[in-house]
């Protein structure tokens, strides 16, 4: 009997995200997790935070206590080697081919959501979407201090070229990476500094572009391969996701942490508990794919 729930529960959020994607009405909100969808033999990019933190640590290595922390590792070779090494290192992890996953293929097909939020860096989802000539879209990336000199983030039109912040409003699909991207610029927030700059004006919303608050305005958010047991996670996803609707999901596989099973809560966010690539199939034959 309690099997029997458990199916009808999911079969019936399933058709809740179906209905909602239909009408446009989501907001996918992609993580690095997509990524664990490929063998790490066919992926060559770090497909989490940990991860890319041994690729960073390969090239310059950082002492023991902080090696497994993303943030701080891109912070040591920033202080000790320039903001430029780190740039550069950044780019020959990330500017590079990358096989689209099923999640990226899928949201690459969805009928135009007003806006995708994708925090990782590698640009398969852009490829994608400039592939698709029918399409109209466009980015939006935060920046670091370095490259911002001033700005939070930049516009970037289909093939690349840097626009106005008045173009976005034009925009079908608006693709918001705020953590950067390795293209077209090699834009990246990634070290501890660009995060305690970006942390201290985030609560009242000054990174986040205008035209990205009112496309979250009455929106469901639909987390795919994002987990939350890191504060920067849970940070980001709050504030991107603040004053949007009050009900969203997440597809998320196996044991919680108590910090996620909080953040869930906290925000009226319903867990799938499925794989991600039967979740997103699920879904797909739901809007009749």
């Known amino acids: 009997m309690t099997d029997t729930a458990v199916i009808d529960s999911t079969d019936t959020l399933i058709a809740e995200i179906a209905t909602a994607l239909k009408a446009r009405g989501v907001v996918p909100y992609l993580g690095p997790g997509a990524f664990a969808l490929l063998p790490e033999a066919d992926c060559p990019i770090p497909r989490n935070s940990l991860e890319l933190a041994r690729r960073l640590n390969a090239k310059v290595a950082a002492p023991g206590r902080i090696r497994s922390q993303l943030t701080a590792v891109a912070q040591f070779i920033e202080s000790r080697r320039h903001r430029k090494t780190l740039d550069n290192i950044l780019n020959e ?7 689209a996953t099923p999640v ?16 990782w860096y590698d640009n398969a989802l852009e490829s994608l979407l400039t592939a698709d000539a029918g399409r109209s879209w466009g980015q939006i990336q935060g920046l670091s201090h370095p490259q911002g000199v001033g700005e939070w983030v930049k516009y970037y039109a289909p093939g690349g070229a840097e626009v106005e912040a008045a173009a976005a409003s034009g925009w079908e699909t608006l693709l918001y990476k705020p953590s950067g991207s390795a293209a077209p610029a090699g834009n990246y927030l990634i070290s501890d500094s660009d995060f305690v700059e970006i942390l201290t004006e985030i609560d009242i919303q000054t990174p986040i572009p205008a035209v990205v608050q009112e496309r979250r305005a009455g929106k469901n958010f639909l987390y795919l391969g994002c987990r939350f047991d890191q504060e920067i996670q849970r940070t980001f996803a709050r504030q991107i996701a603040k004053r949007s609707s009050d009900k969203h999901w997440a597809v ?8 996620e099973a909080r953040f869930l809560e906290l925000h009226n966010i319903t867990r799938l508990d499925l794989p991600l690539d039967e979740a997103i199939r699920r879904i797909a034959e739901a809007m009749g794919a």
């Open 93 to 99: 992890i990330f500017k590079r081919e990358v096989p």
């Open 104 to 119: 990226h293929t899928w949201l690459a097909t969805l009928p135009a959501p007003p806006m995708i939020v994708d925090v």
């Open 252 to 259: 998320i596989e196996g044991e919680l942490s108590r910090n």
